[in-house]
């Protein structure tokens, strides 16, 4: 069996901390070599380090190591140690590095800058907004966008760096064979199509709540920087931001509306210890890549200039006047009414067929922005 599969197999031993487990692979050399170890060499080890040997003994077992391959091949999943090419080279900076983790897609390479957006499951409008836009710009700017993949912010980021053409990468807190929350069946699989859905728990692993601060600490570690976009003074989002600076990653925080109390937790952090990011560029900058950023966007708002006349000359008057009120930029419905100076009747029925012909593309809310 490969060496994988035997580190697969100390990962998953219980009552050993992440610490110790690094410790055996120095001492033995390899997982396969501690493996197959005698029990008297294991025991002295042991009794040396403080672990319980009955943790190990009780399933060393070459047939339970069997078991995890199959378990992980019924699931197309993949297992990635230390060893591993996938194996990110930021990951393995961090003092309790994972010893490997199982992987759904492809992990980008780490030619990749990548940048993890955090914050709060039930965000407002406003965080959502940005967590998509940041998203998106992180995503053209061929920069990975890094998220748990929890509802709120976690997935706008990841929808907006799809959106954008960029990679994604989400890290679970529960086995890749479980997807969680369920409602994220279908951005699963448009992250595995665009990057990876990873994870260090087993298949079958449920999503304890304990699980989350552990897997956080993934989520900044495989990261350039963090990016908080919206948190309460109090949040969970916040371990992560502990991580990330011990880690010595840079933090970002959007700055929000000081009388709501889902800005509180960015907010304090700005005037603590994160960088104030307004747009993209900030972020860009600290990655040194912003002259790369701003030669793309010129690039490609030529180009958008050039398929909206294209697109303009396609379209029925009406149509016409509807197109030119929408932007880059998310519009409502009654702005597009004032605008247009057209009827409400006239405004449904005109953005339904943009819609339709994949032109426009609607948000929540009854606001749209242009599909190019």
Known sequence: MLEDNFIMWLARIEGISIKKKWDILEHFKSAKEFFYSSVSEIRFFCDKNRININNILSIKSEALIENYIKEIE????????????????????????????????????????????????????????????????????????????????????????????????????????????????????????????????????????????????????ISDATLVVESGKKSGTLITVGQALEQGRDVFAVPGNINNAMSEGTNNLIKECAFPATNVEDILSNLGILNKYIDLKNQQNNNITEKSENIKNLLAPDEKIVYACIKESPITIDEIILKANINIQTAQYVLTMLELKGYIQKLAGQKYIKAL
């Open 74 to 221: 019924k699931y197309n999943v993949k297992f990635i140690s230390k060893d591993n090419n996938d194996y990110p080279e930021l990951l393995k900076c961090i003092s309790d590095a994972p010893l490997g983790f199982y992987m759904l897609g492809n992990m980008p390479t780490d030619e990749y800058n990548k940048v993890s957006i955090i914050g709060a499951r039930k965000c407002t409008q406003y965080g959502a907004m940005c967590a998509y836009k940041f998203g998106k710009e992180l995503g053209e700017s061929n920069v990975v966008v890094v998220s748990g993949m929890a509802m709120g912010i976690d997935s706008m980021g990841h929808k907006g760096a799809i959106d954008g053409g960029g990679k994604t990468i989400a890290v679970l807190g529960c086995g890749l064979d479980i997807v969680y929350p369920p409602s994220n069946l279908k951005l699963r699989d448009d992250i595995v199509n665009n990057g990876c859905v990873i994870s260090e728990f087993p298949i079958g692993t449920p999503p304890y709540p304990a699980n989350f601060p552990i897997r956080n600490r993934i989520i900044s570690g």
